[in-house]
Structure formats: C-alpha cells, structure tokens
C-alpha cells in the first residue's frame, strides 16, 4: 500500500486531532483539578461527562431548535454541578482523609452506581443530538473537507483554557485552591473554611465534565459506556500531563488527540496504538508526568 | 359393623390411589419446565440489542407457554455478560454447572459466542443457540454438534454486499471497521466474495479503530483524504451510529458510496431521526415494516403492544430461537439434550417473515437477506430501508460442502 498523503490531508488532520483534544482537555482539566486540590482520584468523572451528554440531548429535544442547543450547552454543565454539589455535601466530604485507594473504590463504586442510574433514567437506546444548521456539515480546507463542528470546538477550547488560567490565579478563590493543593493543613491554619474550598473546586472539575459531554454530543452517539472509554483516556491524558496540573492536561490532550488523528492518517490499521504509544514513550522517560505534578 | 365396613373400603380405595400415583409417578415427573439460560449484554452499549432479544424471546415463551411444551413450561434466567468474553463464559459456566439449565442462548458478542461454543457448549455437552452474534465462524470452521445460530451471519452478509457491490462501478475499496471478531470476520467475507466476483476490485487501505470507538470524525477524514470508490464498513451497533453521523458531520454523506451491513436496521436510524445519512447500502434480514406480511404485522403488533417500540432484528432472531426450542423439544418428545439436538436438525419454524430452516449440515437457520438503502421517510420521522433486493438463504450461505471444507482439521 502506498503513502499517500497530501499537505492538505495532512493539515486538515491535524485540525481534527486539535480539535479533539479540546474536548479531552475540557473534561481531563475538570479530572486534574479535583486530583490537584482534593487528591480524589475521581473515576466518577467519566460517568458525569456521560450524564452531561445525555442531559444536553434532553435539552435540546425538549426546547428545540438553535436555542434548544445553546440552552443545553448551559443547562448540562450546571446539571452535573447540581449532582456533583450533592454527591461531594453528602458522601465525599467525609472521605477526603481516607487513603487512595479506599476513595479510588468508592469513586468507581460511584462510577457503576451513575452509570445505572442513567440507564433507568434514559435506557438503553442510543441517542443522538444535531448540532444547530450553521454548524453542520463541513467546510473546505485547502480543498479538504474539514467538519464546521470541530471547528466550533476549536474555538471552544480555548476560551474555557483561559477562562480556567484567569479562575486560577486572578481570583481569591483560585489562590486558595491552588493553596490548599500544595498544602491544605496550612491553608486550613489561616482560617479559611477549606471544606467549601473543596466542595467548590469539586463542583468546578466536574461541571468541566459536564461540559465535555455537552460538547461532545452532537459529534458522537450518546450512549451508555461512553463514561469508560473517556475516564481511561482522560486517566492517561492526566498521568502524562503530570498529576494535579491543569496545562499538563492541555499538554497531554494535545498529544493524546494528535497522535491519534495523526496515526490514522499514516498507519490506518494499527491506528488504536498511537496514542497509547505515546503515553507509553513519556511514561518511561519521564514518570512523573511533563509538567510539574502537583502530588 | 358398618362403619368398619365402611373404614375398610375407604382404606383400599386410599391403597389403590397411592398405587396409582406411583404407577403415573414418573410422567408427573417427566412434565418438568425447560430451563433456558441466556447469557447477553444487558449493560453499556449494546444492551440496546441485549434488551430488544430479550423481549422478543419473552413475547414467544408467553404464547408458547399458553399451550405449554411437553406438558411443562419455558423458564429462563438471564446474565449480563457486560459484552466481556470472560465474563460470558463464567456465567454460561454457571448457568450450565449450577442452574442446571436444558439449553443455552445468547449473546451479541461473537468473541464471547465462540468462547462459551468452544469450552461450555462442546465441554458440557449442552446446547447452545447463538441469537446476535453474527460471526461466520460459529457455525462455520469452529462449529461442532451442540453449537446453533439463529443469527444470520457474516458469510451471508458478506455475499449480499459482494453481488451488489460487484454491479457498481466501483474498483478502489477502503475497509474500515471494528477491530475485533465481528469486524474482521465481515470484512473478510465481503472481500473474499467481491475479489472472487470482481477480480480488478482492490483495497487501497484498511483502518481499524477499537469497538466502540466514540469519536470516529479523525478515522473518516482520513480516510476521505484517499479519495476510494466505495467505503466497507466492517461495523456493528457499538460503533454503527457513530460511522452514520461521522458521515453527517464529515459531509461524506453522498460523496463516497458505503456499505454497512445492518446499517438499515431501525435501532441504528431511530436515534438519528432525520439527520441519517441517505444513500447507505446495508443488508439485514429482519424489518419490522418489510415484508408486509400478515405474520410480520401481527408480531410487531404484539411486540408494539408489549413494549412500546417495534421489534428489531434480535428481537426477531429471539423470537425465532423460542420457536426452535418449543417445536424442538416438542418433536424429540422428551427433555433430553442429544434428542433436542436431533430433532433440531433440519426443522423447519413459523416466523413473522415465513417458515425457517435450521439447517442439518452446519446448524445454521437459513435466512432470506434483504439489500436495502436508506431513505429518509417524513412518514417514519427518519431513515428507513427501501429500494429491496431480496436474496435467498440458499444464494447467500456457504454451500454445505465449503462448511465440511471448512470443519476439517488442517
């Protein structure tokens, strides 16, 4: 089989892997933050970013219409909050002292529990939104047809990267967060209430989550499972981004999304490795992660 | 006096009734319920399909059961296998060691299939009937005595696609699918037939992504970027709806012509709606709305009735598999496993779309395929299958002797 790859193809692929990651960093950012202040390994995360798709799909359905996909976009992020406040109020508040691998259970018990409680909520049918009609279809880049969606997403991304870079070290609350991630006995010494730092920084990485699937939705099906397939990639984003670090997980989602989209366009057949390979690569030469791990 | 008399009477007629019961004992005891044990995914993804064969089994036994079979009952139990081949065979493993079930179905993954076929199904000695999974292989090279599928399979999917793929003008082929058991299986049997019929056809390229792949949008850029005649999509339900609406978003649709077997079923269009791309190929045997015979209508009347929404293709097959174990059951005149399979081979089943055979040669129900292309209908409220090419059970399954060619140990 011949290579056979135009400058075009070739770029319009990387748009594709770029705007992919977006989506990866908007959910691994909401899973790094939680690591980062709370130290919650939060296997949770993947069922949110799943609730989150299917509350947009309800959404837009319901409203209807270009509206109905804005609302969405709105109401599922603020959706998954309102479940993340009352999960972190009632069961995570108690926890954040127990060790890893007590909360890693009880995250992935949670994980299993949403991930029922969605199937009774919406079944077992597979589910799909359509993006409003000035984001369908796609557009021509350098003669090679690159989809208006992704597009969209590319914007996306980085307005939510900024507006996390502002929340995180312009604003009190980001300064006491990021505090209490380096040494949270201390922060708690000098007064401030650090269990509604956390419930805040909590509630903050896991509407990130709802986000993601939010935004996500009008690209995939919206079905059961899809929390596993984003949790494992979003574990392994994080990982080689290092712990805890919100621009090691923009890091490792520009990565993680471009090696794909790359691997597909040069060795088609084995295109599942790529990625993997990588995480694989960083991994061995440098364990802890690219960027500064926060753990 | 009397009252003796009378004590004495009442004593041997009270003799005479135990006598009688222990003389009826062993058919009493014979008139037992058939257990069925169904290993399927009932959770993540595919539990869409899972459930749908599920109702359609639960509709057949409870008109089966009115009547009864053998003067007992179908009793089932089912075990989410989590579409892990593991998991599946330790719950089919159960089923047969401890619930002491009569007959095996399931499941929707072919990994799974082969693996409880191979060390429960042959191990055990029991009868297992495979209802979703489609691989050819289960009842082909890997298939043994207590093996069955009421599933149509690759081999036959594989022939649809190859004689109407080999009437378009198409020479440069990309195969994209599913990286596991079903997508390679069906690749292959496409690509053997169609290189068979159309020796100029050639593959430019293969892509495989991991089943269930969500994000599809990189892999179908790629793959345009190569500019093939025709796409073969070697995909099934868990990433069957993400190939349709990568197709939509990446605006491939009626670009580049694709083949997707089962592309057309309703389970995969329904959540689509009106955004489903037109112009795709699929082949399937079962539609709830073709053909529009009083046997279908009535079934998807029950089926409405019962559970709200039309039957699809397991449901279907389901369906059909209650009916081979009622009348199997019923021709062997007993419970017994060997019997059962015996009287299996070569029957022949009413279905919503005619009479179905299990064929004796190779255990395989043989089912009528239906070409079709998607068409959004403002009737339906979406895509549905039209412009019908049927093809026969007989013109699209492996001949008996290509099944022993296959069988015999190399």
């Known amino acids: 089989m011949e290579l056979n790859i135009t400058f075009a193809g070739f770029f319009s692929q990387v748009l594709v892997g770029l705007s992919r990651a977006m989506i990866l960093f908007i959910v691994s950012s909401g899973l790094s933050f939680i690591l980062g202040v709370l130290r919650v390994p939060n296997v949770a995360h993947g069922s949110l970013y799943m609730i989150g798709a299917f509350v947009a799909h309800s959404v837009a359905t319901a409203v209807g219409g270009v509206s109905g996909f804005w609302l969405a976009l709105v109401l599922a992020p603020l959706t998954v909050a309102l479940i993340s406040l009352i999960a972190e109020r009632t069961l995570f508040c108690h926890l954040y002292e127990r060790e890893h691998l007590m909360l890693l259970l009880f995250t992935f018990a949670l994980a299993l529990i949403l991930g029922d409680l969605t199937k009774m909520t919406w079944g077992a049918d597979y589910r799909s939104l359509t993006a409003p009609p000035f984001l369908q279809g796609s557009v021509s880049v350098h003669g090679t047809a690159f989809p208006r969606y992704n597009l969209f997403l590319l914007a996306v991304g980085p307005v939510v990267a900024v507006g996390l870079w502002l929340l995180t070290s312009k604003t009190m609350f980001g300064k006491i967060a990021r505090a209490a991630a380096v040494d949270r006995e201390m922060v708690g010494a000098i007064g401030i209430n650090v269990s509604w730092v956390f419930a805040l920084a909590f509630v903050l990485g896991c509407l990130l989550a ?72 960083i991994l061995t030469l440098k364990p802890t992660g690219l960027l500064k791990s926060v753990w | 006096m009397k009252t003796k008399n009378v004590f004495s009477v009442g004593l041997v007629l009270a003799a005479g009734m135990v006598a009688a019961a222990t003389l009826f004992f062993p058919a009493v005891a014979d008139a037992r319920d058939i257990k069925v044990g169904i290993v399927d995914t009932y959770s993540g993804p595919a539990a869409v399909f899972g459930n749908d064969a599920l109702n359609g089994f639960k509709l057949a036994v409870d008109e089966i059961n009115k009547q009864g079979v053998l003067g007992g009952k179908i009793v089932f139990t089912t075990r989410d296998e989590q579409f892990k081949v593991d998991i599946a065979l330790n719950m089919a493993k159960e089923l047969v060691l401890k619930e002491n079930v009569d007959v095996l179905v399931g499941t929707i993954n072919s990994g799974a299939s082969m693996a409880i076929s191979e060390a429960v199904a042959k191990k055990e000695k029991i009868p297992f009937i495979v209802w979703t999974a489609k691989s050819e292989n289960i009842t082909g090279k890997a298939g043994h005595r207590y093996v069955f599928s009421t599933a149509e399979n690759t081999a036959m999917a594989g022939k649809s696609a190859a ?26 049997a496409v690509w053997r037939n169609l290189s068979k019929i159309k020796p100029d056809a050639e593959i430019i390229g293969k892509t495989w992504w991991k089943p269930g792949e969500p994000d599809l949008i990189p892999y179908l850029t790629a793959i345009q970027a190569a500019k093939p005649d025709c796409i073969i999509f070697a995909t099934g339900g868990l990433s069957m709806t993400n190939v349709l609406k990568a197709m939509k978003t990446t605006g491939m649709e009626n670009k580049i012509p694709v083949w997707i077997h089962t592309a057309t079923d309703h389970s995969v269009l329904k959540p689509l709606g009106m955004d489903a791309p037109e112009g795709v190929m699929g082949t399937i045997q079962y539609h709830y709305y073709y053909p529009d015979s009083a046997a279908n209508q009535k079934f998807v009347k029950d089926f409405q009735a019962a559970y709200g929404n039309p039957p699809g293709f397991p449901a279907f097959n389901a369906y059909t598999t209650a009916q081979f174990i009622a009348e199997g059951f019923r021709k062997a005149g007993t419970i017994d496993k060997e019997k059962f399979i015996d009287a299996l081979n070569g029957l022949m089943v009413d279905t919503p779309v005619g009479k179905v055979e299990m064929r004796a040669c190779d255990h395989q129900a043989v089912y009528p395929m239906f070409l079709g292309t998607t068409k959004i209908s403002k009737e339906f409220g979406g895509a549905i299958a039209s412009d019908f090419i049927t093809l026969r059970g007989a013109e699209v399954m492996p001949s008996c002797e290509e099944i022993a060619e296959a069988r015999k140990p190399k």
Do not use: C, R
């Not at chain 1, 986000?211 to 984003?237: K, N, R, W, Y």
């Not at chain 2, 793929?165 to 599913?178: E, N, Q, T, V």
């Open chain 1, 210 to 281: 709802g986000l993601g699937g939010a935004l996500v939705s009008p690209t995939v099906s919206i079905t059961l499972g899809m929390d596993h397939t984003i949790i494992i990639e979003a574990f392994l984003i994080v990982t080689i981004g290092g712990l805890g670090n919100i621009w090691g997980a923009l890091v490792g989602s520009l990565i993680f999304g471009i090696t794909q989209s790359i691997g597909v366009l040069i060795l088609p057949q084995f295109a599942i490795v790529f990625p993997y390979l990588a995480v694989v690569v």
């Open chain 2, 163 to 188: 004689v109407a793929l080999s009437k378009k003008p198409f020479k440069k082929f990309w195969i994209a699918g599913d990286d596991y058991e079903y997508g390679h299986a069906i690749a292959d």
